[in-house]
């Protein structure tokens, strides 16, 4: 069993797939509690992986998003095997602080200032930019960096700083910028 706040499916609005179909499963539970987190996480209802597969298996699209709260709380390398199994091609967007299981195939990380992490592949950092140095993200071993106003309350500056630090690159929440989930 696994709390599942919701399963939907959409586009991708942020980092490197941005404008992607895909579906999203959303976990409940984070061990974060980070001031600026726009998601509920914490509802949600107990599902077996058998349901879970049936709703994702709904939609057309190939991506599955696993996100959160904090996905990585909740999965294993039996889902993993089970949506590749179902044709699917798995992401997650994780705070980085739990091992990820073997498998998946597009790793974001979107650390936290203060927590330590524990991942040793990702493909793409996703940071929230509150004015943080960002020098010690620049050391993750990730082929792609991306750079996120706060709730798009900081766009100027988070623009700014893309230009002084050029390896980075804008992710806008377009989900929100166009008003769909």
């Known amino acids: 069993m696994r709390k599942i706040n919701e399963i939907f499916y959409s586009l991708q609005g942020e980092g490197y797939h941005t404008g992607t179909p895909a579906v999203f499963i959303r976990f409940s539970g984070c061990n974060l509690r980070c001031p600026f987190c726009d998601t509920r996480h914490e509802e949600g209802q107990m599902m077996e992986d058998a349901e879970i597969l049936a709703k994702v298996c709904r939609y057309p699209a190939t991506m599955v998003i696993l996100t959160g709260g904090e996905p990585s709380l909740w999965i294993d390398r039996e ?50 930019y509150q004015g943080q140095q960002l020098e010690p993200y620049e050391q993750l071993p990730a082929r792609h960096y991306f750079l996120q106003p706060c709730s798009c309350l900081n766009t100027a500056e988070t623009v700014a ?21």
């Open 161 to 181: 700083c893309v230009l002084a630090h050029p390896r980075w690159r804008l992710s806008l929440q377009t989900h929100k910028l166009i008003d769909i989930p």
């Open 79 to 128: 889902l993993i095997e089970q949506l590749h199994r179902a044709g699917k091609y798995i992401c997650i967007e994780t705070n980085g602080t739990h091992p990820l299981p073997e498998g998946i195939d597009w790793v974001t990380c979107s650390p936290k200032q203060g927590a330590p992490l524990v991942l040793t592949r990702m493909d793409e950092v996703k940071v929230v």
